[in-house]
């Protein structure tokens, strides 16, 4: 059975060494989380998803959900507990809003403890997963008696939220929704229509949930423009809070799929159901936006969290597994033979995961830290550059961060051989999960347009430029020590290669935008490698720090500045592959007929 | 349900076009397949797979194999009847010796067959697969009656054989192998022991199964020194060819994995089982390297068999699904929306699959006639000269072809969206089938180590510079044609790549072989492209002598020179983040110390 252990001195070192929170210590929620107080809670978080969350990963995806007979659908054996256990420690609203029941914590930390779930059991974690979005949703475009009817219940775990937008006909262009809206006399809606793949859309761990619908009122226009967003509860709300009667939605199927067993992903009838319009009428792809991003930082943490919990499985077995001896001489004359971890070829697939998950760590924080900024700082210069540099990113994550995560549970599972691929070590389990975050929230190839079409451009590409200008600064701060010499060469090439790209778009795509779309993939992992490689120097830099003043074990430091050594020289050379593909423009892409394919 | 094509324009074109094979009719086998006979063979192949096995493809992965209490396996429901067919056509033998009861037919023609049948369905087509590498390993080092008595059952596909060289605590590292054998007074031998992870160990489609195991005769050497081969019957086997008792070895349990769940992944026990010595005592590994060494470019054909159909799915699904627009102008104004395949991205994932599969396809087969040629030329220079190719390309074939295959099933998943991750479109299916392909029969860690470490400076690095040779040639000859200059550049660059790569490892492997361990992975992979690229050329190159002389369809040659040119301006650069990371060296790779991980 595979183990966890939370990176709890990671996550400190990033807070305390790198990002230096206590910077931050004037703004609401950040006053709060002093190190003893994060220490604490991670600490707690550890705990749960060590403890309660990883022991029921593998039965969840062996056992899966069951849809019965009267459409409901039964979670896998301890799911129901565990989830209560997840509820009564606060854990669905640590980063909600206080005036509505949340903890107040820093998304950063949010982010985090997901993490951390995420890694012991990603289908679990995925009930509540979505629910952060609908209550963020909600209160950026709900009415005041929405939010008082809905936000604390969904803060506190009572009842958990879902996100309806996929149709069979209609998977990211939004335009073909079909789903319809038909007004009452009650200032209610009468929805009816089929949603499919909907994650968590019926469940037995709480008694309602809140389902969050895009539809087309009746008379609307077609395309986008027409589409608006309804609350629809599973169980009707009576004034008073208590529930009433069942609304006319229902799970009519729940798909077989590759992985995350343990979430039921569910086909959702609308028979003219009861909803209520959240926001304007025809405005529901904005509040659905804001839902929608927070959820692709929660997939990219999912890319990052299967490939930390594979990493840490892969490691241990390389160092116990007894086979072969080391080229360079045989290391463990004891036994009969060495632990596979004396090769250089395992260690290259453990390297290539490590120096992922530390910078991906880092970057993510460094993003969450942004959401915080974005919504509190009195400073508006502040804000408008956390929100530009939060829209810059989210597709970046999104996309980059599952590729990777997935590739690195694949790199993961082929260090155990032939017992990553059998189920009893839980590797094939990690592989099966992470491919879906390539997918959902946008498929990748959507991120790498959202990127490339509208975040880039976007003001005349302010956000571009301050992050080009931020990490040149860091570049600036660490040219002269000499133990990063190497490291600031590799990633200037980097910079340059990825300002290239930028330029070759500039001049290219204006007039074909095919040549925008043939590169947009290449771009936007081009863009990841570069955002990765600044993590890693300002992790390198703040180890260098720490060693100087002598704190901490000077081990670890030295493993943090190899690590970095090898992101430099392995991983961002990719930077170059990118590069050409992106120059090579559209038209070898575009050449053939649709027929010939 | 996926459906299935199998390519046979794309086989003759490479057949007639590319090798030109009727320059190989003076030898026995070639002189048989002449145009006509080859078309006819790959039509009843086609039949066989697109008819019989695709159908049970899905069924086979949702029901699995089951033991049942007395030990026995059932396979999957159609799977008997199915093998019933096959063997009858004369499959299983069909390259094998015809004075054995083979149909002699060229090994290329049999890798075709294998690739058809594998795209169709994976699982039930490793049932024979095996078999095909134990009569080859019979035939080198059986004895005569050991030839007589088994080769012609499995040439007929009456009997199957299985590969037995895996126990819990020995994968890569034979020389930790515990079978013992004991020597008996009738000169058989008592084998005892547990082998793990033993493909079609045991099933219900033939009424025995051979199994070729290694043990230690009592006495031995430890190490890969004191290793023997042995003939196990499932049942034994009478003088006049009837079954008799049954042997002492026995299915202990099936593995549940991630994958090919129609194929019984066996735990095997030996309890004093009755086995037979193969060849000399203490030589096992010797006869087993001839059923490896075959078995390793059947896996390669897997990775390419589910790269095909996992592509003619996503291109079938890219031109039906209607979602968005084009960016350059909408293209099918009478529909909702255009098909997804005038996206660019969508199309860069159709074409990374395809430029992979047609050259490998064309890799595999020019492989294949070296098999041929080393066993039946009788100019000994080429003869050796084809061993020597052989020698070289297996490690990379299984390599490069598998990992590619599972991205490229990967990638064609992702095509599909939220449809590729459901068990219904049967995408996921390929995903999980290819993923064990990477792993067996030496793990691709194993494969680049054995092309970095033996074969490479084998003979004084004979083979490669042969290999250089032949592609320079090639280049020579194309060197002058307008519609390949690209090309032409694109492929020198990387052949130089690869030559800078090789002097790197004559250079700074010597004196600390981790350089070599450090960089073997991305060797392979760099020596892959520039092999992939050279039959690019070679196709190229006949497409416009085909359009030149006017034979077919123009719109086909233009699209092999579309794919073609897709390949070098996009996959090919890829050798330059490959080199750069072997120059790197192994100093980042070997720095932290084991425990640090």
Redesign the interface.
Known sequence: MPTYKAPIDEVMFLLNDVFRIERHNNLPGFSDATPDVVEAILTEGAKLSEGVLLPLNQSGDRDGCVRNADASVTTPNGFRDAYRLYAEGGWVGISGDPAYGGQGLPQAIGAIINEFCTSANMAFTMYPGLTKSAFSALLAHGSDEQKQTYVPKLIAGEWLGTMNL?EP?????L??LRTKAVPQPDGSYAITGQK??ISAGEHDLTPNIIHLVLARIEGAPAGTKGISLFIVPKMMVNPDGSLGARNSVSCGSI?????IHGNA?CVMNYDGATGWLVGEPNKGLNAMFVMMNEARLGVANQGLAQSEVAYQNA?AY??ER???RS??GRKAEDK??D?I???????????TI?AFNEAARALLMSTAIEVDLAHQAGDKALAQRAEDRLGLMTPILKGVFTDLG?DNC?LA??VL??H?????WGM?QF??DA??A???EG???IQ??DLV?RKLPKDGGRAFMSFMSEVAQTLESVKDDAELTFDVKAMKQGLDRLQQATLWFMQNAMA???N???G??DYMHLFGLVALGHMWLLMCKAALVAKAEGRGDP?RW??KL??G??FM??ML??T??RL??IT?G????????????
């Open positions: 996929t006909q209609c998977g990211t262009d335009g073909l499919i793949f798909e077989h799929k590759m992985g992903t490691a390389a160092k007894l086979q072969g080229i360079s009969v033979a632990p971890i004396v090769h250089p070829d395992v260690r290259r697939m453990l390297l490590r997935f694949v599972q082929q051989g032939g990553g691929y059998v189920a009893e094939e592989v099966r491919r879906i390539m997918i959902y498929a990748n190839g790498a347009l079409g074909k935008p095919d925008a779309g043939a947009s993939t081990a030295a493993s190899a690590v050594r090898f020289e392995r050379p990719e170059g592959t050409a593909r090579a559209a038209d070898a892409v575009m050449a053939m007929p649709a027929e010939a394919f």
